[in-house]
C-alpha cells in the first residue's frame, strides 16, 4: 500500500497504471492479477492473471471478462461485478477473502487486496495481489476501515 501511495502523482487521487514497474511486485509474482474496467457496457476484464493464480484457481482468466471461467457467471455479476461498480464510482482499497467454490476448490481459501488505478477520468485498472490462506477464519478485523479516498 506504501508503494500505491508513493506513486500517486500530486493530489492525484489513484496512481496511473503506468506509475507501476512490474519488478516492484517481484515478490509477489505469478499471485498478481490486473483488471481493466471496461465501460458501456460496464465490464471488468483482466488483462493479466498470475501463473499462481492460475494453478490456484485451476483457469486462466488473461483476457477473459470477470467469472466468464466461472460455473455461475450470474453470481460474479451480482456481487463482484457490483463491488467493481461501487470502486468505479467512489475509488477505495479492497481486501477481500473467499473461497473458490465457483471453481470447484471450496477448500482453497483466498485474501487478497485490490489496489485501485486511474487517471483525471477516473477508474481504470486494479491491481490485486491474492494468496492461498489456511483456513477461513475474519481477516477483516485487522484492517479497520479508517479513511475512503
Do not use: C
Not at 21 to 34: A, E, H, N, Q, T
Not at 87 to 100: H, K
Not at 129 to 141: G, L, N, T, W
Amino acid at each position: 500500500m506504501e508503494l500505491w501511495n508513493d506513486r500517486r502523482e500530486g493530489e492525484s487521487e489513484l496512481p496511473p497504471r503506468s506509475a507501476l514497474d512490474f519488478y516492484d511486485f517481484k515478490d509477489w509474482l505469478g499471485r498478481v492479477s490486473i483488471a481493466r474496467i471496461e465501460r458501456e457496457p460496464f465490464q471488468v476484464r483482466f488483462v493479466l492473471w498470475g501463473t499462481k493464480l492460475a494453478e490456484l484457481w485451476g483457469v486462466d482468466y488473461t483476457n477473459k471478462l470477470l467469472g466468464e471461467l466461472s460455473e455461475t457467471p450470474e453470481a460474479w455479476v451480482d456481487v463482484e461485478l457490483a463491488y467493481f461498480k461501487r470502486m468505479a464510482e467512489r475509488p477505495f482499497i479492497g481486501i477481500v477473502q473467499g473461497s473458490l467454490m465457483d471453481h470447484r476448490k471450496s477448500y482453497v481459501h483466498i485474501l487478497g487486496i485490490d489496489l485501485p488505478l486511474g487517471s483525471a477520468a477516473g477508474l481504470t485498472h486494479v491491481l490485486s495481489v491474492h494468496m492461498a490462506i489456511e483456513r477461513r477464519e475474519d481477516h477483516f478485523s485487522r484492517f479497520p476501515v479508517s479513511r475512503v479516498l
